[in-house]
């Protein structure tokens, strides 16, 4: 992945707590890694452990205290790929009706490369026809949507929602960038 530009954007699924490995990840194999996050992204990982793997600070506000703006068109630009991991139903229905009223999905909104999604939730609201149909919306759009798996879930339910495993994102990410 040598100086490949990946932006690695977190929501607030409980798969975020993933995200940093990921992030390792990507980092180890010789990529420029960004991350940008979603305010609820912030109860299950830190803004500390995401800008210590990454090696780059953590956007997830359109300014920032000083009032400097982060420029969320050039963010989109730089990257070569983005990896939306976890993906949550409500940015997935964001997504999927142009709504563009964070940071994250300014910056989805503004992108040229390859988007990859990974979805990440409950068996149910993964099985209800509005998410169903959001997702095949934004894979409609082009975007890359890598399958939740099957398994024991946060909720104590088992069944597919399972956000796929860092490595198999990596891998797949890998994959686009060499193609
Ligand atoms: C403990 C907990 C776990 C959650 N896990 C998920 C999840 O795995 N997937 C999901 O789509 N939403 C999940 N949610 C709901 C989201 O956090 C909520 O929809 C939030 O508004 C998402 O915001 P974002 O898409 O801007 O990050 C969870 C909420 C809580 C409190």
Same mark, same amino acid.
Not at 137 to 150: M, R, S
């Given at each position: 992945?040598?100086?490949?530009?990946?932006?690695?954007?977190?929501?607030?699924?409980?798969?975020?707590?993933?995200?940093?490995?990921?992030?390792?990840?990507?980092?180890?194999?010789?990529?420029?890694?960004?991350?940008?996050?979603?305010?609820?992204?912030?109860?299950?990982?830190?803004?500390?452990?995401?800008?210590? %793997?990454? @090696? =780059?600070?953590?956007?997830?506000?359109?300014?920032?205290?000083?009032?400097?703006?982060?420029?969320?068109? $050039? +963010?989109?630009?730089?990257?070569?790929?983005?990896?939306?991991?976890?993906?949550?139903?409500?940015?997935?229905?964001?997504?999927?009706?142009?709504?563009?009223?964070?940071?994250?999905?300014?910056?989805?909104?503004?992108?040229?490369?390859?988007?990859?999604?990974?979805?990440?939730?409950?068996?149910?609201?993964?099985?209800?026809?509005? %998410?169903? @149909? =959001?997702?095949?919306?934004?894979?409609?759009?082009?975007?890359?949507?890598?399958?939740?798996?099957?398994? $024991? +879930?946060?909720?104590?339910?088992?069944?597919?929602?399972?956000?796929?495993?860092?490595?198999?994102?990596?891998?797949?990410?890998?994959?686009?960038?060499?193609?």
């Amino acid at each position: 992945m040598n100086g490949r530009k990946i932006l690695v954007c977190v929501t607030g699924g409980i798969a975020a707590y993933k995200a940093p490995l990921l992030v390792r990840l990507c980092v180890k194999a010789g990529a420029e890694v960004k991350v940008v996050a979603t305010d609820s992204a912030f109860d299950f990982v830190t803004p500390l452990t995401l800008s210590t %793997v990454s @090696k =780059n600070p953590v956007e997830s506000e359109f300014s920032d205290a000083d009032g400097n703006w982060n420029n969320h068109v $050039e +963010l989109g630009l730089w990257a070569d790929v983005i990896v939306i991991a976890p993906a949550t139903a409500n940015t997935i229905g964001k997504m999927a009706n142009g709504i563009c009223d964070n940071l994250l999905l300014a910056t989805y909104l503004s992108a040229r490369c390859p988007v990859v999604v990974a979805p990440a939730m409950d068996l149910d609201m993964l099985q209800h026809p509005a %998410v169903k @149909k =959001n997702l095949k919306t934004i894979a409609e759009f082009g975007n890359l949507i890598i399958e939740p798996t099957e398994g $024991e +879930l946060a909720s104590g339910l088992e069944g597919k929602g399972r956000m796929a495993e860092p490595e198999a994102i990596f891998e797949f990410v890998m994959k686009l960038v060499h193609a």
